[in-house]
């Protein structure tokens, strides 16, 4: 019955909680594979070091080692999120039968096999992504590389990366939005920083030469500002990523992450202006706690603000391609997937729940004060009870409901994986 209260008070300040309800249901968020095992994969030594200027740290216990360990956490995931996830699939998690390994550059769908299976089963569409780190023959530089064969290998990666993200997209008959990240920089001053973001424009070019039908796949460009070991210089810089996007229309589309600018930049500032020019855009919801840790996401005000943002500008009806990107190997991995996952859920939602019609009038009749005392007073409204509604719609625990459900797993599974 607090349902049915709070359905009142939201009623009573203009917004419907049923059509919030309903709206979300209908949105898809990609859940990344790659928190379930620190980002290791399974197409090379998986005690090799992550590369790429991109950290995990923590040695909690349980982490999945092999596809069917993946894919059974992820069902466990899958039992605890609400709303309409997508699969999230990065390259170096192709699935070789009988031992028959590839290297990155001769991936066939066919080692995505058992993942459209997954997907299938579950109905759930597949986004996909080529990984251009952790891997010998990052020099460290792929795509931006001086040395024609490392470059040669990366492009025949994206490629096949393409190939593969068409099948994922007509098996599952959902668009696989593809998304290439290269963690390509240098630790210290460049004394060339044209020639590396040349070679990049020029591989990325190479890559979407190869044919597709932009209906299916989507390809995306993830800028970056720096990482571990990268931190003077990336070839992917916001103005790269964005001028590269920006001069291949219906090729090509930006991916922000918000763990990647500098950390007074905010990405919920930048998503009305890349609507204004981009007919689509992709986001990586992240939390970068000083700086890109990829720490779980809360449902915290940056949170808010994005999700707000990508309501308001009209993005949830295929405008804005919502993805997760984080990896905690601290805590439970369940839970760090889990809980991350719902409070997108959460801040979705939260959003849709905002009066944002009366709050723009607001805004252009000069009510500001009036703006300030309505926004703030919504901060009180009762959320939790309209959340725990839309939780239960979808046939998964509301809060309070499902952590029990985490220690039985951790007991049963994670524990016996030493
Ligand atoms: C790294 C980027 C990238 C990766 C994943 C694993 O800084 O955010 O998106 O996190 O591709
Ligand atoms: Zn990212």
């Known amino acids: 019955m607090s349902y049915l209260n709070a359905k009142d008070k939201y009623k009573s300040n203009g917004v419907d909680t049923e059509a919030a309800i309903a709206k979300l249901r209908t949105v898809s968020v990609s859940l990344h594979c790659w928190q379930g095992d620190d980002v290791r994969g399974f ?68 080692h995505f096999e058992k993942w459209v299976r997954f997907c299938r ?21 792929t795509l931006s590389s001086p040395h024609e064969d490392t470059r040669r290998f990366w492009i025949e990666h994206g490629k096949a990366c393409i190939r593969i993200s068409s099948y994922l997209a007509e098996s599952l008959g959902e668009p696989c939005i593809m998304n290439i990240w290269t963690g390509d920089g240098l630790k210290d001053n460049p004394s060339d920083r044209f020639g590396p973001r040349k070679r990049y424009r ?41 001028s590269f996007a920006a001069s291949r229309p219906g090729k090509c589309i930006p991916l922000m992450d918000n763990g990647h600018y ?23 919801l992240t939390r970068p706690v000083r700086w890109d840790s990829d720490h779980v996401v ?14 308001r500008c009209g993005g949830l009806d295929g405008k804005v391609h919502i993805a997760l990107d ?17 409070n997108v859920q ?24 009036e703006l300030l005392v309505r926004q703030e007073e919504m901060k009180t409204m009762p959320f939790g009870d309209v959340w725990n509604e839309y939780c239960r719609r979808c046939g998964v625990p509301a809060d309070g409901e499902w952590i029990s459900e985490i220690r ?11």
């Open 43 to 110: 197409d090379t030594d998986p005690d090799k070091p992550l590369t790429g200027g991109i950290q995990t740290t923590g040695n909690y216990p349980g982490r999945a080692r092999t596809p069917e360990e993946l894919m059974n956490d992820l069902d466990e995931v899958l039992k605890l999120i609400p709303g309409r996830p997508k699969m999230n699939l990065h390259a170096s998690y192709a699935v070789f039968e009988k031992g028959r390994w590839a290297d990155r550059d001769r991936l066939e769908p066919e």
């Open 121 to 141: 089963d579950r109905g759930l569409g597949c986004d996909f992504n080529p990984t251009f780190f952790s891997h010998p023959k990052c020099d460290p530089l």
């Open 202 to 242: 020029d591989s990325l070019d190479e890559i979407l030469s190869e044919p597709f039908d932009f209906n299916q796949v989507k390809p995306c460009v993830e800028s970056k500002v720096f990482g571990i070991g990268v931190e003077s210089y990336t070839a992917g810089s916001a103005e790269f990523a964005l």
């Open 262 to 284: 500098h950390p007074t930049e905010v990405v919920s500032d930048k998503i009305s202006s890349l609507l204004l020019f981009f007919p689509e855009i992709a986001l990586h």
């Open 298 to 311: 809360l449902f915290d005000d940056e949170t808010k603000e994005i999700c707000k943002e990508i309501v």
């Open 326 to 342: 984080y990896f905690d190997a601290s805590i439970n991995r369940i839970a760090a997937w889990v809980t991350g996952y719902r």
């Open 346 to 369: 959460k801040a979705l939602l939260y959003a849709l729940l905002t009066p944002s019609d009366e709050f723009r009038r607001l805004q252009d009749e000069g009510r500001f004060t």
């Open 408 to 418: 039985n797993y951790e007991e049963t599974v994670l524990r016996c994986r030493t």
